[in-house]
């Protein structure tokens, strides 16, 4: 299989710097209120990249939520990924919106929600993703995926009703140092443009070559 013949021409109306909105988070709202409507599957689904001693390594994750404070998801903290973060706070966030000829990549500093922030959005879980979160000693070898289920009815044995929050889950915010929005454009002449945030908080925007 050649895969050299593999492309497809870019269709939209661009990007202008005058049409973006001077705070990055407005941007993305309104970004993201267009990926909504367009009613495409794991909409909230993002790319979270880490870096360990050796790589960089890479997985989705799903957005729970986004205000000027930065981007929140959750996630067992003795994870590979929550290993990773614990040792190098220095994380990278990536929208493929491909569908939408779009993409944006946030950059920034990683950190941990409080208890209380964990647990709110713990309990408005289904019991099933509660229970699945004991279950689950994420990253850890398993024999067969019969003892992942066999764990999973040992929790629901164990919780039948109050399904307490584990101490190894919780949820984290990406401080934004920087943001990247991509849209895709003909002839491989994409629009991309970069924010970055100073010492003063204030956010600059450059037009970068794509």
Known sequence: MNLHDFRRQYQSDGLNHQDLNVDPIR??????????????????AMVLATVDQQQPRQRIVLLKQFDNQGFVFFTNRKSTKGKNMAANPEVSLHFPWHFANRQ??????????????????????????????????QSQPLESRQELLDNYEEKKQSYPD??????????YRVVPSSIEFWQGREDRLHDRFIYKIDGQQQWSIQRLSP
Not at 34 to 44: A, G
Not at 104 to 132: H, M
């Open 162 to 171: 109050d399904i307490p929050l584990p101490d190894f889950w919780g949820g």
């Open 104 to 137: 944006v990549i946030v950059c920034g500093t990683v950190e941990l929600l409080c208890r209380e922030e964990d647990a709110e959005y713990f309990t408005s879980r289904p019991k099933q993703s509660q229970w699945a979160a004991w279950a689950s000693a």
């Open 27 to 44: 941007q993305f709202d309104l970004w993201f209120n267009e990926v909504l409507e367009m009613e495409s599957s794991d909409p909230t």
